[in-house]
């Protein structure tokens, strides 16, 4: 199985703060690297698919680099609404796996 | 696009519970289907992938030869069929829908929809 490591666990900052989260996985897995955002309650929500390209109707500030096992997904100029859990997760093969989840929190 | 999970509940341990997630807003029949869960307070665990036909299935090993995932296109209506739980099965279980991939490819392993989750708890 590849396993998906994401780093930080969590993370705090401040409303206008540019923030990146990184993503590496245990073999190389080409691009297919999606990444998503979940608030409490909800379910996720799917932000950056095939390591950078942006979801329809996701805003720009959002976006997404790498290939073969590090990627990195970036929010800049962060809004209110953004703070929440982020997920990578692989689409290469069968299992799919995702990482454990950043909490990015309010500073 | 709308997604709609039904049937969780409280279930003993050993017990089974089958869970349906009805669409609606895209034709059913094209798309792969998934089950991803997530254990309270933890991350996502995907549970299993269905092709747009039922041909093919894959599954979690840590549901592999308990769990069964099916669907009637004619209803657009996916099913988990869940036995023997466990305490470790509990979770809100959701369902996602399969996107095309890039070239042309079927599926993509991705998931850009998901229903609002249904909740499974595993207590004696």
């Known amino acids: 199985d590849i396993q998906m490591t994401q780093s930080p666990s969590s993370l705090s900052a401040s409303v206008g703060d540019r923030v990146t989260i990184t993503c590496r996985a245990s073999?190389?897995?080409?691009?297919?690297l999606n990444w998503f955002q979940q608030k409490p309650g909800k379910a996720p929500k799917l932000l950056i698919y095939a390591a950078s390209s942006l979801q329809s109707g996701v805003p720009s500030r959002f976006s997404g680099s790498g290939s073969g096992t590090d990627f990195t997904l970036t929010i800049n100029s962060l809004q209110p609404e953004d703070f929440a859990t982020y997920y990578c997760?692989?689409?290469?093969?069968?299992?799919?796996?995702f990482g454990q989840g950043t909490r990015l929190e309010i500073k | 696009v709308q997604l709609v999970e039904s049937g969780g509940g409280v279930v003993q341990p050993g017990r089974s519970l089958r869970l349906s997630c009805v669409s609606s807003g895209f034709t059913f029949s094209s798309f792969g289907m998934h089950w991803v869960r997530q254990a309270p307070g933890k991350g996502l665990e995907w549970v299993a992938f269905?092709?747009?036909?039922?041909?093919?299935?894959n599954y979690a090993d840590s549901v592999k030869g308990r769990f069964t995932v099916s669907r009637d296109n004619s209803k657009n209506t996916l099913y988990l069929q869940m036995n023997s739980l466990r305490a470790e099965d509990t979770a809100v279980y959701y369902c996602?829908?399969?996107?095309?991939?890039?070239?042309?490819?079927?599926?993509?392993?991705?998931?850009?929809?998901w229903g609002q989750g249904i909740l499974v708890t595993v207590s004696s």
């Open positions: 073999q190389s897995i080409s691009s297919s």
């Open positions: 269905i092709w747009y036909d039922g041909s093919k299935k």
């Open positions: 996602a829908r399969d996107p095309p991939g890039a070239q042309g490819a079927r599926h993509s392993y991705n998931f850009d929809y």
């Open positions: 997760q692989q689409s290469f093969s069968i299992p799919i796996t």
